[in-house]
Structure formats: C-alpha cells, structure tokens
C-alpha cells in the first residue's frame, strides 16, 4: 500500500494543512498538455505489449540509470544498428534485469512514478526484487489482458481530459486522424515540433525539407517557400486540433536575421555547403520566425532550451537517439530571449512558455522576465527537475518574482503513458506542501492556498495552452467550489 502522506511536510501542522489542500486537487482531472505518447497507441487501442515494454524500454529515465550502472542496451531489448550483436529479445528476461535493479531507483522521482503505478494503477502487491520479478510479471501480464487496461480506458480511468503528443512537423498526423474520426479529436491533440527542419546542419535535414515539400504541397525552391511550407503544416496541424508548437533547441537565441540573409543560408544548406556558424545563426532566426507565426495563427510557442543530445556520439550510431544520453548545459535567457521578447512580449496575441533545467536562471532570468513580459510563462520543472526537490526548489525560486500565476501549471512531459497520473500526483503533493507553508507563515490563508493549488493543478494549464478564443476569456479565480 502507497503511504497516503507520501512526499507531503514532516512537520504534524504543515501535513494536516498540506493533506487538507492536496485533497481538493487529488481527483481534479488532469490536463497534460506536454508530453511524448505516440497517438497511434489510442487510436489502435491495442493491449500493451508486456510489462518490459510499458515500464521499461518506454521509460528513458529507467534506461538511463540502468545503463549508468554498466547494463547493456542489449540486454534491456535495445539493439543495435548494423551489428551482429545479440539482443535480449524476452521480455520476461528484461523484466527480471529491472527487478534485480530495483535498488538504483531508491530517492529518484522514477522510484516514486513506478510505485504509483504499479500499486495504485495495477495492483501488484509485492516490492519489485530478483525474487519477486516472476511474480509481478505473471500479474501485470493478467491484468494487460483485461479491457480495462486497454490504453483508451486507461485515459478514462486516469481522467485525462486533455492529451498533448509531439509530432515531428512532418508527421502524417495519421493517428490524430483516427482519433479525430472516433470523436477523440478535442481530447488528444498534436503539438508542432519543427526541430529537424530549422537546424541545417543535421544530417537528415535535406530529407526533412523534401518530406515538409510533399506534405505542404508546397514545391520549396527557396527561404519564402520553405516559410509558406512550415505556415501550411501549422494550419494543418490546427486543423487537427494543435494548440501549441515545442522547440527543443540546445540554446535560446532568438536573434533574426535580414531577409536576404536568411534566404542565402538556406540556398547554401540546400546545396549542403552551409557553415556552422550561418546554420547556428538560422536555427536562431527561425526560433524568431516561428515566435511571429504563433503572434499571426494563435499556437502557443514552447520553448525547451540547454540540453545537448545525444551526449555519446557512438551510442546514437549504433543504437539511435533518446537512449539516456542527453545531458544539461547552462542556459541564458536574458540576452537570448530578448529580440523575441522585445518585438512579441507584449503582444495580446502571443504566449510563450519556457523552460530549462537550469536551476541558476530560475531566479536571476526566468522568474524577472516572466514577472514582466505579458506574453511569457514559465513552463513547470522539467526533465531532471521533475522530481520532488526540484519542483520545490522551483517554488521557492521563482514565486517571490514572478507568483503563482506566471507559470504554465503543471505538464509532465511524460514519455511512459501509465506514468501520467503518477506525475500529476507528485506535483499536486509538492505545491500542496509548499502552500501550506505559506499558511502556517501567515502569508496565505486556506481558502486562498486551495484555489491556488486548483489553479496550479488544473486551470494555469488550461488557460495557458488554450486556443486564442478561449485565451481571450480567462475563468482564472473564478468557480473554485465547482473543482472541490
């Protein structure tokens, strides 16, 4: 059994506050407008395949600590490419090797996520151990084949009322299709993510232009083509229901270039003859581009800036991207964010959220410039900050500056689907106890402290990443007894 004051304040009188606030968000529906499940899994609406693929191979932040204590990718199902390796191809064998490991995830916020889910949403009634695996793999694969665990009634049960992917821009978006056509289409919505086409440089961006030509129908000769074509996609892309782009960019800079400029370095990676400094310059350029486009359609521009991915070049040759090997580098915002924020930020019709796992900017940048510009929020702890800790440490950093109601509310970014209730729960616990500080200092009092955490949980979101229409129109402050 869970403990049920679990991640709430040691202290007796902030707990009994803190319980008394996280009751009124604790069964508030979730809204997850960030994160990386892949529709195609809700329009199948298959059974998952087994225990090793949703809890393991599916999870990076599981992959990664395995690996950091010397288990091959191999031996976790993860092959490699071109290669007469021997790959772990049972899924029951790659259940144990997690099992046998359990120790590694203890005070790591997967701990706490795996926890939930296992117990809270399958049921499983032993502690994950060597002794235990077989055990707990023969249950999950009885419940797997009931229809309540089928991915659709799963986003019942967790009561998901708003569902965000990210798809590459020149997804199909066939999945959405499908979804769309089963009356899903205002509950599980894309998210533009242009990345592989504003970075010239990458090896696959030439076949990244020729796809964005055949889905815009749009022959791209050159720069205004190549914007006319990103333009269409984003219509398309609201046409099925988008509300947001994501930007996943090593740095901020936002800096634009001249016309004439912008055009030459396009037709020079054309020809794959570009620099890396004029390709560093365009994907900056394009940043700004993409800010003006979301002033012009309505799309809530996100931006994730400071990791360097794909750390271990040998790991992304012979296994692929996203196996763990994405790390942190220190970010800067001020300068960086300042075109974008000097020509849009106060625009009615643009928002901008943002985020980084940089702790060191939180209070020096992000909170000062979020306290300001109308058009900016500050996105919730990300990544590596998706922890306890660090959504405290975030609390405390960034509220004195910027409040409550300059951020996003929470998004999780999750990755493993049965995960996302795990994180709400993690999140609404930790604001839970972080207002109820503020309580027992007499900065708050409890009917304020609820409503806030209400807002944290369930409006800042919705309000932040709603469509322009709705954006007009904030119900923030407003029915707060109706959520209790």
Do not use: K
Not at 163 to 186: F, I, K, Q, V, W
Request: one cysteine or more.
């Amino acid at each position: 059994m869970l403990a049920p004051d679990r991640m709430l304040p040691t202290e007796p009188a902030l707990r009994g506050i803190a319980r008394e606030i996280h009751q009124q968000t604790a069964r508030l529906p979730v809204v997850s407008m960030h994160g990386h499940v892949d529709a195609r899994l809700l329009a199948e609406n298959r059974p998952f395949t087994d225990p090793a693929e949703l809890f393991v191979t599916s999870d990076h932040y599981v992959v990664r600590m395995l690996v950091s204590q010397g288990v091959p990718l191999e031996q976790i199902g993860m092959p490699a490419a071109h290669e007469a390796v021997a790959v772990e191809t049972d899924p029951r064998a790659i259940w144990r090797t997690f099992c046998a490991n359990w120790h590694l995830f203890r005070g790591t916020p997967s701990r706490y996520w795996l926890e939930h889910e296992l117990v809270d949403v399958f049921g499983v009634p032993h502690r994950p151990s060597a002794e235990t695996a077989d055990a707990i793999y023969d249950h999950l694969v009885a419940m797997l084949e009931r229809d309540e665990y089928l991915p659709r009634a799963l986003l019942d049960r967790f009561d998901i009322e708003i569902l965000a992917t990210t798809d590459s821009a020149t997804s199909t978006l066939g999945g959405h299709a499908a979804l769309a056509r089963e009356g899903y289409g205002e509950r599980i919505v894309p998210t533009f993510r242009p990345d592989g086409l504003l970075h010239p440089t990458a090896a696959s961006w030439p076949q990244s232009v020729r796809r964005l030509a055949e889905r815009s129908g749009i022959d791209i000769a050159g720069y205004d083509d190549f914007l006319d074509a990103l333009g269409e996609r984003r219509r398309t892309f609201i046409a099925m229901g988008a509300r947001a782009t994501d930007h996943g960019h090593l740095h901020a800079d936002t800096t634009p270039l001249d016309h004439t400029d912008a055009a030459r370095i396009f037709a020079t990676a054309l020809r794959g003859e570009v620099s890396e400094r004029d390709a560093d310059a365009f994907s900056s350029h394009m940043l700004f581009e993409m800010a003006r486009m979301s002033v012009d359609d309505g799309l809530v521009m996100q931006i994730h800036a400071g990791v360097l991915r794909d750390h271990n070049a040998e790991v992304r040759r012979r296994f692929g991207p996203d196996r763990g090997f994405d790390i942190p580098v220190g970010a800067e915002f001020t300068r960086n964010l300042r075109p974008l924020l000097e020509a849009f930020g106060r625009e009615p019709g643009m928002r901008l959220v943002v985020f980084t796992v940089d702790e060191t900017v939180y209070s020096r940048e992000l909170a000062p410039l979020a306290g300001v510009y109308p058009a900016m929020r500050l996105g919730a702890p990300w990544w590596f900050l998706d922890s306890p800790h660090g959504m405290r440490r975030f609390r405390e950093l960034v509220t004195e500056t910027a409040g409550f109601y300059n951020t996003s509310g929470f998004v999780d970014d999750a990755r493993a689907f049965a995960s996302i209730p795990a994180r709400h729960d993690l999140s609404r616990r930790i604001d839970a106890g972080y207002l109820a500080r503020l309580v027992g200092e007499g900065q708050l009092t409890l009917d304020e402290a609820v409503e806030t955490a209400i807002d944290l949980a369930y409006r800042l979101p919705l309000e932040a990443y709603a469509r322009r229409s709705e954006h007009a129109v904030s119900s923030l402050g407003v029915g707060a007894d109706a959520y209790r």
